[in-house]
């Protein structure tokens, strides 16, 4: 898998930045969605995938180590999925390089899946 060091982390890994009344109430309002999303999971109705993931961003932003991991997970991601995340990012890209570099990008990445999956095959 090729991996993109330009491409910043997701979630600042610094929390300390914030004070500690931010991280407190970061912290309980995280468990409570996250909380929210195991109900929303178990009802057939609802989804609790957003509520996963807004709970664990937000878990991120209070937590140094929760932060480290989810930027662990993250940077395991295909490119197109690491800039899908980042529009902003993404259109800089697009602008200033021009749609060369992201579709090189992006070709690259098939190519090493498609290597990936030759190799399994043998």
């Not at 909380?35 to 929303?40: K, M, R, T």
């Not at 902003?88 to 070709?107: C, H, N, Y």
Request: proline fraction near 6%; glycine fraction near 6%; charged fraction near 20%.
């Amino acid at each position: 898998m090729i991996t993109n060091p330009a491409i910043p982390d997701l979630l600042q890994a610094d929390p300390q930045k914030r004070g500690r009344t931010v991280r407190i109430l970061l912290t309980l309002l995280a468990v409570v969605v996250l909380g929210l999303g195991v109900v929303a999971w178990i009802l057939p109705f609802l989804s609790g995938i957003p509520l996963f993931i807004l709970g664990l961003t937000m878990l991120g932003m209070a937590s140094r180590r929760v932060a480290i991991a989810v930027n662990a997970a993250e940077s395991r991601l295909p490119t197109k999925w690491r800039l899908w995340l980042r529009p902003t990012l993404r259109s800089k890209l697009e602008s200033s390089a021009g749609e060369d570099l992201v579709k090189r990008l992006f070709e690259s990445q098939k190519e090493g899946a498609n290597d990936a999956i030759t190799d399994n095959r043998r």
